[in-house]
């Protein structure tokens, strides 16, 4: 459904990737998912790429409804939900021409680890609920260390810690 939003709003180039803990394996029932949108759309400056899919979601036959707009950070975070499954997603953006986005990597990487050690999801479930309660901890919207950087703390010293 979005990608098909996505290719009548910004052209056949556009295509959505998935990431997160849909892929790294940190996923629940309840988690969203976080996708970004990669297209040659050109536009000059980022918080515009969600105009027109704004306008595409506002229609009365877009199987999604608008939640939340962040505009924060160096890519921000469209949240829709889908009407039919109530299904959650994090949508981002990013031109085809951004090297910046390295999260389908994270996320292999992570996924790597966790089918490697079975203590490395539940962890990292449980670091993810950590911060979602009490943000001060660590928070990358507050110029903290994000729960993926606190994740990969985690890895190192599973790797590398006494046990």
């Known amino acids: 459904d979005l990608r098909a939003i996505c290719h009548n709003t910004f052209g056949p180039s556009a295509n959505v990737y998935i990431f997160g803990s849909c892929i790294n394996g940190f996923g629940t029932k309840s988690s969203d998912v976080d996708c970004f949108v990669m ?8 918080n515009t790429y969600f ?19 962040v505009r924060r950070g160096n890519h921000p975070i469209l949240t829709v939900k889908h009407k039919k499954n109530a299904m959650e997603l994090d949508v981002t953006f990013s031109s085809n021409h951004d ?5 389908l ?19 990292g479930r449980f670091i993810k609920y950590v911060l979602s309660k009490e943000p001060s ?9 994000s729960s993926y950087g606190h994740i990969l703390m985690y890895i190192n010293f599973l790797l590398h810690g006494k046990h």
Do not use: C, W
Not at 39 to 45: F, V
């Open 39 to 46: 297209s040659n759309y050109d536009l000059k400056r980022k």
């Open 51 to 69: 105009n027109p899919l704004r306008d595409s979601l506002k229609r009365n036959s877009s199987p999604f409804t608008m939640l939340n707009f």
């Open 99 to 103: 090297p910046k986005h390295d999260v």
């Open 105 to 123: 990597e994270n996320s292999a990487l992570l996924n790597t680890y966790a089918q490697k050690n079975i203590k490395v999801p539940a962890v």
């Open 137 to 145: 901890l660590g928070s990358a919207k507050i110029g903290g260390l």
